[in-house]
């Protein structure tokens, strides 16, 4: 059965485009993460740095990799 959800759903592009809007968590402390300092030094100071995505192990944020797996 056709109906709109799987129209919508069923097309790659359009799910992609959609599921763009909701903001990435971090994987372990489920977190909104943004992308100001991906690739960057340790800014343990700054707020923005904790909730950034890191660059070597992605879907984890700034913050869990460097203190929580201890991962430089």
Not at 34 to 47: A, G, I, Q, R, V
Not at 48 to 57: A, Q, R, T
């Amino acid at each position: 059965m056709v109906n709109p959800e799987n129209k919508v759903f069923g097309c790659d592009d359009l799910r992609k485009e959609i599921l763009s809007f909701f903001p990435k968590r971090c994987k372990h402390c489920h977190k909104k993460m943004n992308n100001l300092y991906k690739n960057s030094h340790k800014y343990y100071w700054k707020e923005d740095w904790k909730k950034s995505e890191n660059g070597k192990m992605p879907g984890y944020c700034n913050w869990c990799v460097c203190y929580i797996f201890e991962y430089y």
